[in-house]
């Protein structure tokens, strides 16, 4: 039996309808740049990270459980909306685009049974 994680798109749906997602696990596990919002995997500690367009979020650890859903949540942050700004967006723009996790943030929610 395996567990579950489901990367839950906190991000308006107009402005971001999909993020990738890029998980490494034990045994050599890897998805790069996957559109899928749930992913299948064995019990262990994976290592998630999402990005959006040229935006990039911080790292978090994921244990899995076995037979459990483990919930990571997209969080925008304040510094996501200062870049939409015009003309003064653009140095926000620049800083969130080259520090992970300045515009968007992972959290994990409690994981519950499948």
């Not at 998630?48 to 994921?62: A, L």
């Not at 909306?81 to 080259?98: E, K």
Request: hydrophobic residues 45%; aromatic residues 6%; glycine residues 10%.
């Amino acid at each position: 039996m395996s567990g579950t994680i489901v990367i839950v798109n906190g991000l308006a749906a107009g402005s971001a309808p999909q993020v990738l997602a890029r998980i490494d696990g034990p045994n050599g596990y890897r998805v790069r740049d996957n559109r899928a919002g749930r992913f299948d995997v064995i019990p262990g500690i994976y290592r998630v990270r999402v990005s959006w367009v040229y935006y990039h979020s911080n790292t978090i650890k994921v244990e899995v459980r076995q037979g459990a859903q483990h919930q990571v949540a997209v969080c925008p942050t304040p510094v996501l909306s200062l870049t939409r700004i015009p003309l003064i967006g653009m140095l926000p723009q620049l800083a969130a685009s080259m520090i992970p996790g300045t515009a968007l943030r992972l959290r994990v929610i409690a994981p519950g049974p499948e």
